[in-house]
């Protein structure tokens, strides 16, 4: 079994030791990608900084991701309390049909989506993304915040916090969301990966070179055939993209396999 693990971590850091390995070398050394750290050269690193604008890239990035889990935290953990504390078909419902919504990918309901927000007026701006990070991502946290508040929540702290006179919302947000903390850091760090990558709604909707998330800000080292792609710089601009959430799951780590397993016990 031990074997079978070491055998599956070695082929999944293959791919990101050549993307290492080519990222450190200079134009003219890119012909075998097998043959290793044969070259230190951060020059390409240099390169992809500038060509892309990482700095702007950086931050358009960051505000999208922030804004976008922040809000997904808040509405999947408000929506599934009640679904997992009230007993009754409505409930039930419910909850199943947030469930609904992990076997239908945001990109079948791309186009009626964007027709609706045409229809209302809504511009096209860095920030609309947003709107389809948020509905993607609320089945699956609220799956997960749903199954944590009925195994990991006792129903006894509320009560003790409601017969100490706390109402509904007091309850929630100051005895309920403290508890709720391991499930909250798997759904930041599991949403907060896709919507820090994603490619396709930040290409739908956002138009302006300024406003490009990192992912946009790639194309440009995409190549053609007057213009063959520097793969070393390319590689370099990957690992400057990756480099954050590496960061971020570092300090985040211990949380998260305790809020995904607990949270996906009861459904």
């Known amino acids: 079994m031990q074997f079978v693990v070491i055998a599956i971590m070695v082929l999944n850091l293959i ?4 993307v290492l390995s ?9 012909t075998n990608p097998l043959n290793l750290f044969n070259e230190l050269s951060f020059s390409s690193y240099r390169d992809a900084f500038e060509r ?38 409505w409930s039930q419902f419910l909850y199943l049909f947030f469930l609904a919504g992990l076997v239908v990918p945001g990109q079948m309901v791309l186009i009626p989506i964007v027709q609706m927000i045409n229809s209302m007026g809504i511009p096209s701006t860095k920030y609309t993304p947003i709107l389809m990070f948020v509905t993607c991502s609320l089945p699956f946290s609220t799956f997960l915040y749903t199954g944590f508040i ?13 017969i100490d006179g706390a109402g509904l919302l007091r309850r929630f947000w ?9 499930v909250t850091v798997s759904v930041i760090i599991t949403q907060g990966i ?10 739908t909707f956002i138009s302006k070179a300024a406003d490009s998330p990192l992912p946009l800000a790639m194309l440009g080292f995409m190549g053609d055939q007057q213009n063959p792609t520097q793969w070393n710089v390319l590689f370099a601009a990957c690992m400057l993209c990756a480099l954050p959430l590496l960061i ?3 300090f985040l780590q211990k949380y998260f396999v305790g809020g995904l397993t607990v949270g996906s016990v009861k459904g």
């Open 150 to 162: 009925r195994s990991g929540v006792p129903v006894e702290v509320e009560e003790a916090a409601h």
């Open 22 to 30: 080519t990222s450190l070398r200079s134009p003219d050394n890119n």
């Open 194 to 203: 896709w919507i820090w990558n994603d490619y396709f709604f930040n290409m």
């Open 15 to 18: 791919p990101l030791v050549i």
């Open 248 to 250: 971020a799951f570092s």
């Open 52 to 89: 892309m604008h990482f700095g702007s890239a950086f931050m358009n990035s960051v505000v999208l991701t922030g804004i976008s889990v922040v809000l997904v935290v808040i509405l999947a953990a408000m929506a599934s309390y009640p679904m997992a504390r009230i007993q009754s078909k």
């Open 174 to 182: 100051t005895v309920v969301f403290p508890l709720l903390i391991p």
